[in-house]
């Protein structure tokens, strides 16, 4: 983590925060600066993250997957680890599963700031990530820039609703 944090779980009612944060970015700045925005947030906020990853390889990325999704309320999510990729199977996303639970209206794009954060996150450490899936579950997986990678189609990343 990119900060020190001693509460066992996090906080839910912050996705509530980062949705409206979203919409607001959204509505008044347009999608190109949403983006902008969350590359941004991957790239020096989670550079801690990031210089972690490019140290200690995949496993840096499985342990930091492990240790996130355990203190998040709800989640249910596989993380497995090879020489090459991470891959993290999201069956329950804890930020839908709670905006919905709450009656929240989730921002459409809501499951692209995981492709877009992610990535700027893993480019430094020599990875990339891809994103299949959203509104609740996906596959996301972080992988070695040793092969051929295809680029991240968004049409693969579900609209949230």
Not at 20 to 40: N, S, V
Not at 43 to 61: H, L
Not at 118 to 127: D, F, H, T
């Amino acid at each position: 983590m990119p900060y020190t944090d001693t509460k066992p779980v996090g906080h839910a009612d912050f996705y509530m925060a980062v949705n409206a944060t979203f919409r607001f970015i959204l509505r008044h700045h347009g999608e190109e600066t949403l983006r902008k925005y969350w590359r941004d947030i991957g790239s020096s906020y989670y550079n801690p993250v990031s210089g972690r990853w490019r140290e200690r390889g995949m496993a840096g990325v499985a342990e930091y997957w492990r240790t996130f999704f355990k203190a998040e309320p709800g989640a249910e999510v596989e993380v497995t680890e090879s020489e090459d990729e991470v891959r993290l199977q999201v069956r329950t996303c804890p930020a839908i599963r709670h905006l919905r639970e709450h009656g929240r209206e989730i921002v459409p794009e809501f499951c692209q700031h995981c492709y877009f954060v992610n990535e700027a996150i893993a480019e430094p450490a020599g990875m990339t990530v891809r994103v299949c899936g959203g509104n609740g579950s996906c596959t996301q997986r972080f992988i070695k820039q040793t092969a051929e990678v295809p680029p991240q189609n968004l049409e693969d990343i579900a609209t949230a609703s």
